[in-house]
């Protein structure tokens, strides 16, 4: 049985390809995994792992519609689960996220995704690949990693010292200078550190050394210690904060995926906008 790495380096990947019990999901765009992407890697398209209904686009799929998911991409206990996606780990984090939430731990960000896979000089190719599928089942959400819009809202009344909300939007975003919701700003007391201060562009995308993110974030008052919620817009930029704070072992992270989508677009929930 695989034991590998939560942050997986493209070198340690490429020896590891032929194996039954590995699954390679590539959360690419459909037409950069048409023209390359890791051998035998199977492509998912993000709309599979969003409920997808405006405004709040962000919230989990039916559970139905999960089950398909898995079903189709035959996931069972011993498979160990490998994404990557071609922007720096988005949607590949969503995707583990939602591999946490039906209990599935054993997976591994790609780290650096295609980009980094390319810059190393590994082989792509493009033929298309279908995974050995299995019977559907019902899969029970593990709340543990999940929160919603009522219980921050009362999370925020109680004035719960030991919350922290990750704002992972740009600075635009969260002092209410861009707006993509009836209302703008943040939540009140959210730290922000947008998604993107987390990659290093030389290294194609690679996450930044883990030690030097977890003292940055610590700077700002997200720590291992805190109850730390993490959010956008959609749930897609803070997949890789979520992903983040797992590698860095934080014990009680979760993701708010209603998001902004939610929250701005709600007449009664409390907003901050920098004067």
């Known amino acids: 049985m695989l034991d590998l790495p939560r942050l997986l380096e493209p070198e340690d990947l490429l020896p590891l390809l032929d194996r039954s019990d590995l699954l390679v999901v590539d959360l ?29 686009t962000g919230h989990l799929p039916e559970a139905e519609r999960l089950s398909q998911l898995f079903a189709w991409l035959g996931l069972h206990p011993d498979l ?13 984090g969503r995707f583990l996220w939602t591999l946490d939430l039906i209990g599935h731990e054993r997976w591994s960000y790609l780290n650096g995704g295609l980009v980094a896979w390319l810059q190393a000089g590994l082989p792509t190719e493009d033929a298309l690949h279908q995974p050995a599928s299995r019977p559907a089942r019902e899969h029970r959400i593990d709340r543990r990693y999940l929160i919603d819009i009522e219980d921050l809202m009362q999370a925020l009344e109680r004035k719960d010292e030991d919350l922290v909300i990750w ?33 290093d562009r030389e290294r194609g995308l690679r996450l930044r050394p883990l030690e030097e993110l977890r003292a940055e974030l610590a700077a700002r008052g997200i720590s291992a210690d805190k109850d730390v919620v993490t959010h956008c817009h959609t749930h897609h930029r803070s997949g890789l904060t979520w992903l983040i704070g797992r590698l860095l072992g934080f014990p009680r992270i979760r993701a708010y995926a209603g998001s902004w989508s939610e929250w701005g677009n709600h007449r009664h929930t409390p907003i901050h906008r920098d004067s």
Do not use: C
Request: charge should be negative.
């Open 80 to 92: 160990h689960v490998v994404a990557y996606d071609d922007e720096g780990g988005g949607w590949a």
């Open 167 to 199: 704002d992972a939007r740009s600075p635009e975003e969260y002092q209410g200078q861009r707006q993509f919701a009836q209302r703008s700003g943040h939540i009140p007391g959210a730290i922000n550190y947008e998604w993107t201060r987390a990659m």
């Open 28 to 56: 690419s765009k459909q037409a950069v995994h048409q023209e390359a992407h890791v051998p035998g890697a199977i492509f998912v398209p993000f709309q599979a792992l969003i409920h997808g209904q405006p405004p709040v």
